[in-house]
């Protein structure tokens, strides 16, 4: 059974619960980076079970994920109340052909993407951080609950990619 919008919130935002998520978001490439290091990468392509994406998949998500949250932000900054779209990952995981691209090149996008996105959060006033969007399945996030989101999001994938990474018992 799959989680309602409002569970997924619970779960992403618990990753980042009691901690900074720009300060969080700045170490997420770094991480990755270290994650995959030495692993070959045909392990890194090699999905854990039918239905569910490889490492090289996540990092290929993670790095489209930041493109979209560029747009999110400024198209909430440029007109308050903005209706912002949900995507289908899946549909985007194909069409993006994410089980083929280069893992190590999918993290060059995300940490250029990133950067940019956190130079642009250090620009902000205090007042825009408050400035919201209406999410078509989660409602109205301000700039502030998506800079948590995505830092939950790095996190939930993270450790989604360690799983994946251990060693078999």
């Known amino acids: 059974m799959s989680e309602t919008a409002q569970q997924y919130s619970q779960r992403i935002l618990g990753h980042i619960e009691g901690k900074d998520a720009l300060k969080s978001q700045s170490v997420a490439a770094k991480k990755l980076e270290r994650l995959i290091k030495g692993v070959p990468a045909s392990k890194l392509r090699k999905r854990p079970a039918p239905d569910k994406w490889s490492v090289g998949e996540i990092l290929a998500h993670l790095a489209d994920a930041e493109i979209v949250i560029a747009w999110r932000v400024r ?26 691209r280069d893992p190590r090149k999918s993290i060059v996008q995300f940490r250029a993407m990133r950067d940019a996105n956190l130079a642009f959060y250090k620009s902000l006033r205090p007042e ?16 502030e609950r998506i800079a948590q989101m995505i830092a939950g999001h790095d996190i939930n994938h ?7 990474l251990a060693p078999k018992k």
């Not at 993270?158 to 994946?164: A, D, V, Y």
Request: hydrophobic share 40%; no cysteine.
């Open 158 to 164: 993270i450790l989604q990619m360690e799983r994946i």
């Open 128 to 143: 825009q951080w408050k400035q919201s969007g209406l999410h078509s399945e989660r409602g109205e996030e301000s700039i």
């Open 75 to 100: 198209a909430i900054l440029g007109a308050p109340g903005t209706p912002i779209q949900a995507y289908d990952q899946d549909a985007w995981a194909a069409v993006g052909n994410y089980a083929k």
